[in-house]
């Protein structure tokens, strides 16, 4: 998955040693890599499947070098990759051979907390996780949290939207901020959104977030706190199949429940968690839901009973409340090592992202099923239920060329699916190098050129990110033979399930 | 009644090719807002109806012709609601206009704002094309998110045909209050029961009056009623009143002026009658100072302000943006609506 010249657009030729010397003429104090020992370790990010060594690597410290590095780089033309903590799964943060890879590591400050007005400045390369630490003296929290928030970084958040397992109640990035400082492809720093709860004009703040780097550089970012629940308690029901299972998710939400997290893991993954993380889960249970309800202690109280009832009817065979802090954290903790507990059992794994509407679960596992029958690969599904967020993990062999082949085809197809039942190829990993084709399926090309309209507004030169996100009109032509048009289902297959 | 987008894009492609300005109208309760646009006006109304609802799902899409009052009342009936409470200024909306003035009301600060909840758009572009943008799913990362951006663009990017929402469930308990407090005090005590998790969903102060409402099960409600102790609400009807603009306060007069600020701006000295929603961040102020002035003070505080009404028209009714901010909008319009039909001018006067 290499920058491919010929679908993904000429780039630039860039004289190495010129660029390098300018920079440092330019930009002494600029953190500059650029021997090869030095390069390799940023040739990944999360998705360590696909590599490509960067021509440099800048670790800038200031806004102004960020300023500066952009006015180099538009003018000399050479492209540039943003980067945070690269703990992203959808190689967003993935270097080009002729490209600039932007670290933004070193912004890594928490400016201000305003407990009062309940939010925080940050750098974009402060962790998820230190914002909720710094919060948590006042009482506050920042809401949105990634399995990935003790490593990853709030600007690459900001750049893939990023989720986590309380979406449904709290909501995803985008949600969960007031104000973002942005540096354009040519050096300039604008101001999106504010501390009030609207701004004049159009909504740029929400168009960037979540543009995976390709519109601007995150370089600040204002996120709202929320004051910690008092109460939280989790309730783990078991199920002998995960149409129950489904029903019991569709059924909470039509009591009028919306749980602080609902999430759903099948047998293969509810086993792989419990071998490792001990969390109490019933390994004969086809399907577990974990539901968490959080708030003000009486309105648990209440919700639990209710959840219960509901979950009873819809087919629970057991439930059980977890009776103290250290047993809710355990039931979370199988859920949370749930990714690293499949890799135990597999050489390697391959982490998709589809969203579906909730009611299609059942036809969806059933038809993740059959395909990995007919990939002879095994597939462990972990579901944030609440907001109809799946990731099916595939179990392969990276050694095995051909299971690698085949994992990547099978990766492909599930997310098709995911579109052909009305849902998304990317709920919150964000496309990035990884779904690149796939989002041939999802857009058409009137569509894909309208994205292309919105990317020339603010870089005519596409120097920012290129080859992700948004695929060319050349490379949705080239994968034509996977085009499916909504509407019309692409799986004729689909109705035996 | 029904599905006119056929008819629509027909409309905008002959708009188009003649160059002719069309300016899309719903009900036409929000056409004061903006600047004045000449061009034709573009009846959405017909094209309208709830195109698909799963209460299980938290998900709604209706078409740009539904009045907001119909989609509102569909949602109650499974005890469900648009949580930012829109506006239904002259009595209704339609659902194209209420994203396009991505206008909230009195939960907002608690809830969420219109383009929180908006989950997937379809638009007719200024290339006459009629697109698809976000979903029917509560996670969707796939492309730019366009649909939020149409949510407050004023119908200046293109034309809104269809918007899916996230709704929730209308909560059980409610409970309105209201305590004699000045500015001062009610901004403290708003932020002090905002930071212990009471379940606040709306706060307006005015007339040396607090006014709060608070919605959650029933134990929550209740134990905080107790805590902050107030008298019961008198109107029963208030907080669709302050939504609709239908309390005495925004009766004829000097022009009114909405002041979006920051949460926990402290009560600013402001000339003129001052009525202060979402407690505190939405002050409305009837007032013939000039716009240079509280503009300034309004930006001082971190914020905007924005003429909403008067009797003599206004040029620049919203608050001006900075010189490369504005240049960025220009650019986007220019690539999204490239002959400018959509509704140019009515934003800012070089857009």
């Given at each position: 998955m290499h920058y491919d010249e010929r679908l993904d657009g000429p780039l630039p030729e860039v004289d190495k040693a010129a660029l390098l010397t300018r920079l440092r003429r330019d930009l002494p104090d600029l953190h500059l890599l650029h021997r090869r020992e030095d390069l390799t370790p940023y040739e990944?990010?999360?998705?360590?499947a696909y590599r490509t060594v960067p021509m440099l690597v800048a670790l800038p410290a200031t806004l102004e070098q960020v300023q500066a590095l952009m006015r180099i780089a538009s003018e000399e033309g050479v492209p540039v990759v943003a980067r945070g903590a690269g703990t992203g799964l959808s190689g967003g943060a993935l270097p080009l051979e002729k490209g600039i890879l932007l670290v933004m590591a070193r912004f890594n400050r928490i400016l201000e907390i305003d407990a009062e007005a309940g939010t925080a400045r940050v750098q974009p390369g402060v962790r998820n996780l230190a914002i909720s630490q710094a919060a948590a003296p006042y009482g506050l929290y920042y809401a949105p949290d990634p399995s990935s928030q003790i490593a990853c970084s709030i600007g690459g958040n900001v750049a893939e939207n990023a989720g986590g397992v309380h979406c449904l109640k709290y909501g995803l990035t985008v949600h969960n901020l007031l104000k973002l400082e942005i540096v354009t492809v040519d050096g300039e720093c604008l101001t999106l959104g504010s501390d009030a709860l609207d701004t004049p004009g159009f909504d740029l703040m929400a168009l960037f977030t979540g543009s995976e780097g390709m519109l601007g550089i995150v370089t600040e970012i204002t996120v709202k706190l929320l004051p910690a629940p008092p109460r939280a308690k989790v309730l783990l029901a078991s199920f002998d199949s995960v149409e129950n299972a489904g029903q019991a998710v569709a059924d909470i939400i039509a009591a009028g429940v919306i749980p602080g997290g609902l999430e759903m893991m099948d047998n293969l993954a509810l086993c792989a968690a419990e071998d490792f993380a001990r969390a109490g889960y019933p390994r004969d249970a086809a399907a577990i839901l974990l539901c968490e309800l959080d708030g003000v202690e009486s309105d648990v109280d209440e919700d639990c009973q209710r959840v219960r009832a509901v979950m009873e009817n819809a087919g629970a065979t057991d439930i059980r409340q977890a009776r103290d802090d250290a047993e809710r954290q355990r039931f979370w903790a199988g859920r949370k090592a749930a990714f690293p507990a499949v890799g135990r059992i597999s050489p390697d794994y391959y982490c998709m992202d589809g969203t579906i509407p909730k009611r299609e679960l059942p036809k969806v596992l059933a038809g993740i099923e059959a395909l990995s029958r007919e990939y002879h690969l095994r597939v462990a599904n972990v579901f944030h239920a609440g907001d109809g967020n799946m990731h099916p993990l595939i179990l392969f062999d990276a050694n095995d060329e051909d299971q690698l082949h085949r994992a990547e085809e099978l990766g492909g197809r599930i997310l098709e699916l995911c579109v052909a039942v009305g849902g998304s190829i990317t709920g919150e990993h964000g496309v990035g190098r990884e779904k690149i084709n796939q989002m041939c399926s999802q857009f058409d090309a009137d569509e894909i050129t309208c994205f292309h309209a919105v990317k020339a507004a603010f870089d005519p030169q596409r120097l920012l990110n290129p080859g992700k996100n948004i695929p060319t009109l050349n490379r949705c032509a080239e994968f034509g033979a996977m085009h499916i048009h909504r509407g019309e289902l692409p799986f004729p297959e689909l109705e035996r399930f | 009644m029904g599905d006119q987008a056929e008819a629509l894009l027909e409309r905008v492609r002959a708009a188009r090719a003649e160059g002719r300005p069309l300016c899309p109208r719903g009900t036409g309760g929000k056409s004061h807002l903006g600047r004045p646009v000449d061009g034709e006006v573009l009846d959405?109304?017909?094209?309208?109806?709830?195109v698909h609802y799963d209460p299980s799902e938290l998900v709604v899409t209706a078409r740009a012709g539904t009045r907001v009052s119909e989609l509102i009342a569909t949602l109650a009936e499974q005890d469900q609601m648009l949580p930012f409470e829109p506006p239904l200024f002259g009595g209704d909306a339609s659902v194209g206009g209420m994203v396009a003035s991505g206008l909230a009301g009195p939960r907002r600060p608690w809830a969420g704002s219109v383009r929180d909840f908006v989950l997937g758009t379809r638009v007719i572009t200024g290339e006459g094309q009629h697109l698809r943008f976000g979903g029917e799913v509560m996670k969707n990362v796939a492309g730019y998110d366009l649909s939020r951006l149409m949510a407050g663009s004023f119908g200046c990017l293109g034309l809104i045909t269809e918007v899916s929402f996230k709704v929730l469930p209308r909560p059980r308990a409610s409970r309105s209050l209201q305590l004699r407090l000045t500015g001062d005090q009610a901004r403290d005590n708003i932020l002090g029961w905002r930071r212990r998790g009471l379940p606040l969903s709306a706060a307006c102060h005015g007339g040396g009056l607090l006014r709060l409402r608070l919605e959650g099960n029933q134990g929550s409600v209740e134990a905080a009623a107790r805590e902050i102790d107030g008298e019961p609400l008198a109107d029963e009807h208030y907080w669709d009143k302050l939504r609709d603009h239908r309390l005495p306060f925004f009766d004829g007069g000097k022009p009114l002026w909405r002041l979006s600020l920051?949460?926990?701006?402290?009560?600013l000295e402001l000339p003129g009658t001052l009525l202060s929603d979402w407690g505190g961040a939405q002050r409305w102020l009837k007032s013939d100072t000039d716009a240079d002035t509280l503009r300034q003070l309004a930006a001082s505080a971190g914020g905007s302000a924005t003429r909403f009404s008067g009797e003599e028209p206004e040029d620049a009714p919203f608050h001006p943006l900075p010189a490369a901010l504005l240049r960025y909008h220009q650019t986007l319009k220019a690539r999204l609506d490239p002959e400018r039909i959509f509704n140019p001018g009515r934003l800012y006067a070089d857009l």
């Open positions: 990944c990010d999360g998705l360590s | 959405t109304l017909g094209h309208s109806g709830v920051p949460p926990a701006t402290p009560v």
